[in-house]
């Protein structure tokens, strides 16, 4: 089984849209959380970690369900610059290795 | 201030040939990690530093590949008798407190 599960997508969104992803985790011992974003042919960036109380920063929301080992991602009034493949990234909780899904692909249309 | 950087940007070589990828880190930063990236899929961990030490080398498919940081800053990934499969984009990142900070990347490519 895969430490981190992620629906590939792609979601195809109109601007303004509200658009959540969800990510599954295996490990229930895992320590630490985030969403990355990842542009075409681009390095992956931190977009936001994500904290047991959950976290907002600006149009996005990130949540974190412990006892259903998930992990969301809610991106409200879509921009076009918001299409890019979103990455759920856990930590275990004991080593050092980021586990990373394969990413949701969103592409806002105009 | 300069972030991480990789090079080449960009490395096309022939199956069985051996192949050196380098990372430079962002100054300061102790912890240096190396991913592969192949096409559809998310960042793979490889291996883990924290100083000069490998502190996590379990990412590693198998004995051809092969990782240093003698001081503690640059990296350089090692990988032997190169076969098709080893294509993808190899990503350094590195970081302080937790967030990593990732390079452009090593697109290899095997013939």
């Avoid at chain 1, 075409?40 to 960036?45: A, G, Q, W």
């Avoid at chain 1, 990130?62 to 299409?83: E, G, H, P, T, V």
């Avoid at chain 2, 100083?51 to 990412?59: F, K, L, R, W």
Wanted: with cysteine; net charge neutral; charged share 20%.
């Amino acid at each position: 089984r895969k430490e981190v599960e992620q629906d590939p997508g792609p979601f195809n969104v109109p601007e303004g849209a509200t658009v959540a992803f969800n990510c599954t985790y295996s490990n229930s011992a895992s320590q630490s959380f985030f969403w990355y974003r990842q542009d075409c042919r681009k390095e992956p960036k931190l977009l936001m970690s994500v904290y047991s109380s959950g976290n907002e920063d600006g149009r996005f929301t990130a949540q974190l369900n412990r006892a259903s080992q998930y992990i969301s991602l809610l991106i409200r009034d879509s921009k076009l610059s918001d299409s890019a493949t979103y990455l759920c990234v856990v930590t275990p909780g004991t080593g050092n290795q980021f586990y990373f899904g394969t990413g949701t692909s969103l592409t806002v249309i105009p | 201030g300069a972030g991480v950087s990789q090079t080449p940007s960009n490395k096309v070589t022939e199956k069985g040939k051996y192949v050196e990828l380098r990372c430079d880190p962002i100054s300061g930063h102790t912890a240096l990690y190396w991913y592969r990236q192949s096409l559809g899929q998310g960042p793979e961990f490889l291996i883990y530093f924290q100083g000069t030490g490998a502190a996590d080398d379990s990412g590693l498919p198998n004995d051809r590949f092969f990782a240093v940081r003698p001081e503690g800053s640059v990296s350089t990934l090692k990988i032997q008798r190169t076969e098709r499969g080893d294509s993808a984009v190899y990503l350094c990142a590195s970081s302080l407190y937790g967030e990593q900070f990732f390079g452009p990347g090593t697109r290899l490519t095997v013939l």
